[in-house]
Nanobody, 126 residues
Protein backbone atom coordinates (compact mmCIF):
# COMPACT_ATOMS: atom_id res chain seq x y z
CA UNK A 1 0.00 0.00 0.00
CA UNK A 2 1.19 3.49 -0.78
CA UNK A 3 1.25 6.21 1.88
CA UNK A 4 0.42 9.79 0.90
CA UNK A 5 1.24 13.08 2.62
CA UNK A 6 -0.07 16.41 1.36
CA UNK A 7 1.50 19.80 1.95
CA UNK A 8 1.22 23.36 0.71
CA UNK A 9 -2.19 24.37 1.99
CA UNK A 10 -2.82 27.68 3.68
CA UNK A 11 -4.64 30.97 3.57
CA UNK A 12 -4.77 32.96 0.34
CA UNK A 13 -6.80 35.88 -0.91
CA UNK A 14 -9.31 35.48 -3.70
CA UNK A 15 -7.53 35.56 -7.02
CA UNK A 16 -4.33 34.24 -5.52
CA UNK A 17 -2.42 31.03 -6.09
CA UNK A 18 -1.28 28.02 -4.10
CA UNK A 19 0.69 24.93 -4.99
CA UNK A 20 -0.14 21.68 -3.24
CA UNK A 21 2.22 18.74 -3.17
CA UNK A 22 1.68 15.08 -2.40
CA UNK A 23 4.59 12.86 -1.43
CA UNK A 24 4.18 9.12 -1.79
CA UNK A 25 6.03 6.32 -0.05
CA UNK A 26 5.65 2.59 0.14
CA UNK A 27 4.80 0.72 -2.99
CA UNK A 28 6.15 1.78 -6.36
CA UNK A 29 4.70 5.16 -7.17
CA UNK A 30 4.41 4.35 -10.85
CA UNK A 31 1.97 1.54 -9.98
CA UNK A 32 -0.63 4.20 -9.20
CA UNK A 33 -2.49 6.88 -11.04
CA UNK A 34 -2.99 9.94 -8.86
CA UNK A 35 -5.82 12.32 -8.15
CA UNK A 36 -6.78 15.37 -6.12
CA UNK A 37 -10.14 15.80 -4.44
CA UNK A 38 -11.55 18.43 -2.12
CA UNK A 39 -14.21 18.54 0.54
CA UNK A 40 -15.84 21.66 1.93
CA UNK A 41 -17.72 21.62 5.24
CA UNK A 42 -21.10 19.97 4.85
CA UNK A 43 -20.43 18.93 1.27
CA UNK A 44 -19.44 15.74 -0.46
CA UNK A 45 -15.88 15.13 -1.53
CA UNK A 46 -15.50 16.23 -5.14
CA UNK A 47 -13.08 15.47 -7.91
CA UNK A 48 -10.53 18.15 -8.77
CA UNK A 49 -7.89 16.63 -11.03
CA UNK A 50 -6.13 13.38 -11.90
CA UNK A 51 -3.16 12.12 -13.84
CA UNK A 52 -2.65 8.80 -15.59
CA UNK A 53 1.00 7.97 -16.18
CA UNK A 54 0.37 5.80 -19.24
CA UNK A 55 -0.22 8.26 -22.04
CA UNK A 56 0.23 11.14 -19.60
CA UNK A 57 -3.53 11.75 -19.58
CA UNK A 58 -4.81 14.63 -17.45
CA UNK A 59 -8.33 15.08 -16.11
CA UNK A 60 -9.95 18.12 -14.49
CA UNK A 61 -13.22 18.96 -12.85
CA UNK A 62 -15.26 21.43 -14.87
CA UNK A 63 -14.99 24.17 -12.25
CA UNK A 64 -11.18 24.18 -12.23
CA UNK A 65 -10.36 23.77 -15.91
CA UNK A 66 -8.03 26.48 -17.11
CA UNK A 67 -7.03 27.49 -13.57
CA UNK A 68 -5.60 24.34 -11.96
CA UNK A 69 -2.78 22.18 -13.27
CA UNK A 70 -1.85 18.71 -12.07
CA UNK A 71 1.66 17.42 -12.61
CA UNK A 72 3.76 14.56 -11.38
CA UNK A 73 7.33 13.42 -11.04
CA UNK A 74 7.81 9.67 -10.94
CA UNK A 75 11.46 10.00 -10.02
CA UNK A 76 10.59 12.03 -6.92
CA UNK A 77 7.37 10.17 -6.11
CA UNK A 78 5.40 13.39 -6.00
CA UNK A 79 2.31 14.86 -7.58
CA UNK A 80 1.45 18.54 -7.43
CA UNK A 81 -1.57 20.72 -7.96
CA UNK A 82 -0.99 24.30 -9.04
CA UNK A 83 -4.07 26.37 -8.25
CA UNK A 84 -4.50 29.82 -9.75
CA UNK A 85 -7.27 32.41 -9.55
CA UNK A 86 -8.65 30.84 -6.42
CA UNK A 87 -12.18 31.61 -5.32
CA UNK A 88 -13.63 31.76 -1.78
CA UNK A 89 -15.98 28.89 -2.58
CA UNK A 90 -12.94 26.70 -3.15
CA UNK A 91 -12.15 26.76 0.54
CA UNK A 92 -11.90 23.10 1.48
CA UNK A 93 -9.67 20.31 2.65
CA UNK A 94 -7.74 19.03 -0.35
CA UNK A 95 -6.87 15.35 -0.52
CA UNK A 96 -4.37 13.44 -2.58
CA UNK A 97 -5.45 9.96 -3.66
CA UNK A 98 -3.88 6.98 -5.39
CA UNK A 99 -5.56 4.56 -7.74
CA UNK A 100 -3.76 1.31 -8.42
CA UNK A 101 -3.01 0.39 -12.03
CA UNK A 102 -4.99 -1.24 -13.51
CA UNK A 103 -8.27 -0.11 -11.96
CA UNK A 104 -11.70 -0.21 -13.48
CA UNK A 105 -14.25 2.46 -12.93
CA UNK A 106 -14.40 6.19 -13.34
CA UNK A 107 -11.34 8.18 -12.42
CA UNK A 108 -13.72 10.89 -11.19
CA UNK A 109 -15.25 8.75 -8.43
CA UNK A 110 -13.85 8.67 -4.89
CA UNK A 111 -14.72 4.99 -4.50
CA UNK A 112 -12.26 4.03 -7.24
CA UNK A 113 -9.19 5.17 -5.30
CA UNK A 114 -7.21 2.85 -3.05
CA UNK A 115 -5.29 5.20 -0.77
CA UNK A 116 -5.78 8.70 0.61
CA UNK A 117 -3.69 11.30 2.33
CA UNK A 118 -4.77 13.10 5.49
CA UNK A 119 -5.67 16.28 3.62
CA UNK A 120 -4.43 19.85 3.66
CA UNK A 121 -6.61 22.88 4.40
CA UNK A 122 -6.97 25.57 1.76
CA UNK A 123 -8.76 28.75 2.81
CA UNK A 124 -9.54 31.44 0.27
CA UNK A 125 -10.58 34.76 1.77
CA UNK A 126 -12.85 37.18 -0.05
Amino acid sequence: QVQLVESGGGLVQAGGSLRLSCAASGRTFSSYNMGWFRQAPGKQREFVAAIEWSGSSLYYGDSVKGRFTISGDNAKNTVSLQMNSLKPEETAVYYCAARQIPRRGSIYYTGNYDAWGQGTQVTVSA
